[in-house]
């Protein structure tokens, strides 16, 4: 981290580390319980992003999403891969395959956010 270390900052950053796909501000909240409020968890995720420890990922069903960056630093994310969207148990998960865009002359890209939605491998088995 660029900037100070504190407990909460590290508990925040166990959990996302420690979850198998990305989480959302509400499932922190519960995880956490009510040692840490609402506010400051936003606060310590958007430093996160720009710390490039954490990316954000808005899903198709309107909320934000956070997993941990890989190779990233500072501004600069390096995350152009699809995330996942199980539309029965609700998990984001990063998806492992770069994607190589080829944008037109003169556009330069900041952020990608490429969402697919359908079933992952245990709830398929459930239908």
Same mark, same amino acid.
């Given at each position: 981290? /660029?900037?100070?270390?504190?407990? *909460?900052?590290?508990? @925040? $950053? !166990? =959990?996302?580390? &420690?979850?198998?796909?990305?989480?959302?501000?509400?499932?922190?909240?519960?995880?956490?319980? /009510?040692?840490?409020?609402?506010? *400051?968890?936003?606060? @310590? $995720? !958007? =430093?996160?992003? &720009?710390?490039?420890?954490?990316?954000?990922?808005?899903?198709?069903?309107?909320?934000?999403?956070?997993?941990?960056?890989?190779?990233?630093?500072?501004?600069?994310?390096?995350?152009?891969?699809?995330?996942?969207?199980?539309?029965?148990?609700?998990?984001?998960?990063?998806?492992?395959?770069?994607?190589?865009?080829?944008?037109?002359?003169?556009?330069?890209?900041?952020?990608?956010?490429?969402?697919?939605?359908?079933?992952?491998?245990?709830?398929?088995?459930?239908?």
């Amino acid at each position: 981290m /660029n900037k100070r270390n504190t407990k *909460t900052k590290q508990l @925040i $950053l !166990n =959990s996302l580390k &420690d979850s198998k796909s990305a989480v959302s501000h509400d499932i922190l909240q519960k995880e956490l319980g /009510n040692e840490i409020d609402r506010a *400051t968890i936003y606060r @310590i $995720l !958007n =430093s996160f992003c &720009d710390d490039g420890i954490v990316h954000k990922v808005v899903s198709d069903d309107g909320k934000s999403y956070f997993a941990p960056c890989r190779g990233c630093s500072g501004k600069h994310h390096k995350h152009s891969h699809f995330h996942f969207r199980c539309l029965q148990c609700g998990t984001i998960e990063c998806m492992p395959e770069e994607v190589d865009i080829t944008m037109p002359e003169g556009y330069q890209p900041v952020n990608f956010n490429g969402i697919i939605s359908g079933y992952c491998p245990e709830c398929s088995l459930s239908k």
